[in-house]
């Protein structure tokens, strides 16, 4: 009978420690994949004026001077991409209806409500992201 019960203490023990690896990896992954995976890469997203400036200040060590020139250069630059977008921005909302109005016809009468409520929530984070954008999107 002792046999027995330590061959059943060793399958429990055996389980809990497979049990507490598949946790802990569970864990792991989902913080390896919040701080590596859902972090966008630095080359998407360009540094913030405030922070590039800072970094070449320090780098660089530029005198006070050269500080005031290249925030101008960088309020230069974003204004030129702003421009540069402008154009664009019509017709991407007209890309992105025609694309809602196409998932829209293929949905159940049950379904649309769904879809509208989720392009909603879409649009307001769309807004929340260019809120934090270094370069601001151009006034309509």
Do not use: C
Request: charged content about 25%; proline content about 7%; hydrophobic content about 40%.
């Amino acid at each position: 009978m002792s046999i027995t019960k330590a061959r059943g203490e060793a399958a429990a023990l055996v389980a809990v420690v497979f049990l507490l690896g598949i946790l802990l990896g569970g864990v792991a992954t989902h913080l390896w994949g919040e701080r590596v995976w859902g972090m966008p890469s630095e080359a998407a997203v360009p540094a913030p004026p405030n922070r590039l400036a800072g970094e070449l200040t320090q780098e660089l060590q530029l005198t006070s001077d050269q500080q005031k020139q290249l925030r101008l250069i960088i309020l230069d630059t974003q204004e030129k991409w702003r421009g540069l977008y402008a154009p664009l921005e019509g017709r991407r909302d007209d890309i992105r209806e025609q694309s809602h109005d196409q998932m829209r016809a293929m949905l159940t009468p049950e379904q649309k409500p769904k879809f509208d409520a989720f392009m909603r929530r879409l649009g307001e984070q769309r807004k929340r992201d260019a809120a934090k954008s270094p370069i601001p999107a151009p006034a309509r």
